[in-house]
C-alpha cells in the first residue's frame, strides 16, 4: 500500500489548485495536481488492501518477507454529480480517456491520501430516486507501484557467477583470426569414405 505524505501531496496540489486542495476536502486530482474530473458529491470509498501468503509448507522458524507479496490496493469510489446532458457527457468521456490512458490520479480523503492509482473501470447509473440529471459513478481503481531502476557497471568475474555464460565480458584487445578449419561435412565424408571429402 502506498500512501503519499500528505503534506507532500497537499502542497504540490495547493500550488496548481488552492481551495480545492485542503485536506479534510474529498477530490480526484491528476498528476499535475488539477481535478481529474469534477464531481458534487462524493457518496463512498471502500480500500482493499491485501497481500498474498505462500500456500506451500514452510520451515519452522523460515517465514521470510518474500512468503508474503503485497497485492496492489484497489479502491472503488463512488461519487455523483448534477448537471445538463453535457456536463455528464464531458465526465463520462473524461473517465472513458482515463481508463484507457496510463495518467495516475490521486484520491483525497478526509483521513489520507491515496497516490498513484489507475482507472481500472468504472460504472454509472441515473435512477429516479436521486433524478433524472444526477450521475452516480462508481470507480475502480488499482495502485500501481512504481519503483526507480538502479543500474550498475560493476564488473562480475567468473568466480562470483553460478554460470560462466553470466559473467562480465573482457576486453582481451585486437585477436588475430584463425583460418577455419574443415567443415562437418567434409569430416564425416572422410571418416566414412575415406576420401579427401570433395564430392
Do not use: C
Not at 480500500?47 to 521470510?64: H, I
Not at 430516486?129 to 560493476?154: F, I, N
Not at 559473467?167 to 562437418?184: C, E, F, I, L, M
Amino acid at each position: 500500500m502506498s500512501f503519499a505524505p500528505v503534506s507532500t501531496l497537499v502542497t504540490r496540489l495547493e500550488q496548481a489548485r488552492p481551495l480545492a486542495a485542503q485536506v479534510g476536502r474529498w477530490g480526484l486530482y491528476d498528476e499535475q495536481g488539477r481535478q481529474a474530473a469534477v464531481f458534487d458529491a462524493f457518496f463512498g470509498i471502500s480500500l482493499k488492501a491485501e497481500a498474498k501468503v505462500t500456500g506451500s509448507p514452510v520451515e519452522r522458524g523460515g517465514f521470510a518477507s518474500y512468503n508474503k507479496v503485497n497485492a496492489p490496493t484497489r479502491l472503488q469510489v463512488t461519487l455523483g454529480r448534477t448537471g445538463r446532458a453535457s456536463v455528464r457527457a464531458a465526465i463520462l468521456d473524461r473517465l472513458e480517456e482515463l481508463k484507457v490512458g496510463t495518467e495516475l490520479i490521486s484520491v483525497i480523503t478526509p483521513d489520507r491520501v491515496l497516490d498513484g492509482y489507475s482507472l481500472a473501470g468504472f460504472d454509472y447509473t441515473y435512477q429516479a430516486a436521486d433524478g433524472v440529471d444526477r450521475l452516480v459513478v462508481t470507480l475502480a481503481l488499482e495502485e500501481v507501484r512504481q519503483v526507480d531502476a538502479e543500474y550498475s557497471d560493476q564488473q562480475l568475474p567468473r568466480a562470483a557467477v553460478k554460470h560462466p555464460a553470466d559473467a562480465s565480458t573482457v576486453d582481451a584487445g585486437k585477436q588475430q583470426g584463425r583460418k577455419p578449419g574443415p567443415s562437418t561435412l567434409t569430416r564425416i565424408r572422410k571418416a566414412v569414405g575415406g576420401g579427401d571429402g570433395t564430392a
